[in-house]
Structures are given as structure tokens and as C-alpha cells.
């Protein structure tokens, strides 16, 4: 008995030790390691992938399937706007796409996706939402070149549709057009309407072109306004492409409408 | 030198240095065309692009005579009056491009790297807008019905397009110059 408690007392930590070990042995292969389980989930959890691969491929089909529905409301919407447009056109016209920009740093051209096999021919006017862009100067079976309004070269006789001020709008190169008018005071003031006159031999009459930013009257020879364009050009998308003999021909004169010939006071609501 | 003409002559015409090289000069000059109307993002600076056929002309003109870089001119800017205007004509410019680069080389002022093709093609551009510019003043200034603007408006304009085209067009131009010069440089030592 004595030496039964002797041998007690010397290796009471580690019977007890032993009997723990075992014991807890014992618990966890009693449950599978279900616990070994969970720390080793635990330990490794930062190199697990978060969703298994085809959650994550199905994921990204859901998304790009989103973004494709958006891009088609957007595409809808922009040809939606183009369709309500040329429904307020008197005269129906070739919708066209824009497919490049000028060749060349000097010349204010666009490339359309229409050509002479459409029935496009030079001399056609080009609008969009929002009004005058420019006219067609070169076509082939395809596809059709367009001097837009804000080249240089470009002049469009106009008028200030408020008080029958008329002018010329000339390019300035960087996306803006300029008025010159042939009277010294023309009636106009910033925020009219600007459309092109019945005495523009390219282009036809009434075609809004923009609205008046800021006028010069002390500009030498003639008064200028600078006019800020009503249809976006450096981000054309679509236009339409609407038939138009232009009289190029100098020795025909062009009759004033009887709209024309009222004077500023009595066209004046 | 009559084995060497013998075996060029025995291989089949689809296979001769001299048509496969014309026929890639060709179509980099007609990729350099197509590059033209395009807008491609990070190609353009207040609506500026490169001016690709001015970057073929000084690859051309780097390592030939004068004659041989005025007539690539005289082609490339032909080429580009049918894309646009033909007045005033862009072959002017691109010919006085041509025979300055060709003369430039000659004195060997310049290595023939990648840096100092970028820098050549940045003093070109700005000489071949100001080409452009002085036909345009001289248009304004001697044509009684000038459809141009004033002679101020038309300098102003220039800087712009000048310093915008500059930039772009030698940043892109080892694009174009170093597969063009190894393709050259391969041929010159094939044949």
C-alpha cells in the first residue's frame, strides 16, 4: 500500500498526462476528427478559393450578361433618339454611321459608313440630333466623305431666326463656328437661335445650327458672334444624309422668300 | 556576281527579295493610309493624330538619297491629297520632309536610334505643317476669293496642330520605324 502511494505521488502529472492524451485521442476518433477538421479549415482558410469555379464562371457569365443588356440599352436608346429625329424630318434620308475622321490635321472631315450605292452624292447635307453638321463633298460605291460645318473652308449663310439677322457662319478648325454679319449693329444677343438663311446656296433653309455664346460688335470688317454648335461633332456616332441640289451655279439668283423680305420689327412676335 | 544572279533568277517569282520587299513596303505604306481616319483612344491630342505617312516618309528617308526620299514623298503625299484635299497639296510638305531627313543623315550629325528618330520626326512634323500653313497664307494672301481665314487665325491654328501633331507622331513613330528599318536592313543584306 505504501509503495502503491509512493509510486502515486512520483507519477501522479504524468498517469495524468497519459490519461488525458488517450482520453482526448479517444473523443476525437470517437467523432471522425471532426475537430481536426475545423482547425485545419481554420489554418488553411486563406488559401481556399471563396466560391468553387463554376459559382465563379457562372458569376461572370451573370455579370457580362448585365453589361451586355446595358450596352443594348444604350445602343437602343441612341438609335431611338436618331429614329425620333427623322421622324420630324420633312424628307426622309440615309441614316449613317460615322466610321472615321478627317486624314489630315487641316480639314474638318468625317467618313460615313454610306456611299453612292445608297444614292448619297456630293453636295447631300449631313444632319444629326441637333442640327446642321456639313454637307457631302466625295463618295465612293461605300462610304462618303463630309466637310463638316466647323472646317475653314466651310460657309453657310445664315440667319438669326429672331430677328432675321443674316450673316455667314465660318469654321474656325477647333470645333466652333463663328457669324459674321453684314450689317454694322445686327439685332442678336447671346442665346438666339441660329439657322441657315433661304440665301444659302448649299445647304437647305432652316436648319438649326446653334445658338449665339458671345457676340463682337467692335470686330473689324463686320461683327462676328461665336456660336456654339447644337449637335455634338467630335463625338458624332450617327447621322442622316438627306438629298439636296445645291446651286452652285452663281448666275442664278436666289429669290427671297416673303418670310425673308418682313423687316425686324414685324417678324418680332 | 553571275551565280548570285542565277539563283535569283531560277527562283519562282512569288519567292524573289525584290517583290516580297515591295510588296511589304506596299502594304505598310497602305496600313499607314488606313491608319489615317481612325481615332484609336490614346492616338489623339485636341483632335490630333499621329501623322503616320510623315513618320513612313523619315523611316524611308533615314538611310537613302534624296531622289529616293522626295519621290517617296511625292507618292505618299499624292496619296494623302486623295484622302482629303488636294488644295493646298500635302506633297510638298512630305517631299521637303523627305530631302531634309535624307540630307540630315548624310552629315551624320545624328546616331541612328530609336531617340533620335523621335526627334527627327518631331522637327519634321513642325516643318510639314508650317509647309502647309505658308500654302494657305500664300492662298489667303494672292486668291481675291480665298475661302481661308485670316492670316492670324491661320498662324494660331498652326501652333496648335503643329505642337499637337509633333508630339503624337514622334511618340509613335519607333512604332513604325523599327520593324520597317529591321525588315530594310534584313533585305539590304539578303540580296
Known sequence: MFALRRWWTRHALTTG??????SSAWVLRANDGALLYEAYHWVTRPLQPGMSREQQFENSYILELQQRIVELENQNQALQDLSAYENTLPEDGVRAAVIGRGADHWWQHIVLNRGSRQGVAPGHVVTAPGGLVGRVVAVSPNTSRALLVSDPTSRVGAKVSRSRVMGVVRGQSNNRVVMEFFEK??????????????????????????????????????????????SPLPILEWVVIHPFEPLESVDIPTLPTAEDQLTPGEARP | MTPVIRTTSRLPLFKRPWLINSVVTVASVLFCLLLLPTRLPGMELLGVAPHWLLIWVVAWSVKRSQWQAAIAGLVLGLLQDAMTSPHPTHTLSLIVVGVLTARLQKQRYLQEDIVSVALIVFAMAVVAETVLALQISVDQLLVADSLYPPLNKIWLYHQQVALSSAILSSLWAPALYYPLNRWWDRYATES
Request: no cysteine; aromatic share 4%; net charge negative.
Open chain 1, 17 to 22: 498526462m497519459v490519461a488525458l492524451a488517450i
Open chain 1, 185 to 230: 449693329l445686327p439685332d442678336a444677343k447671346a442665346g438666339d437661335v441660329v439657322v441657315t438663311s433661304s440665301y444659302s446656296r448649299l445647304y437647305p433653309r432652316d436648319v438649326p445650327i446653334g445658338r449665339i455664346e458671345s457676340l463682337d460688335l467692335t470686330k473689324s470688317p463686320a461683327p462676328e458672334a461665336t456660336i456654339q454648335l447644337s
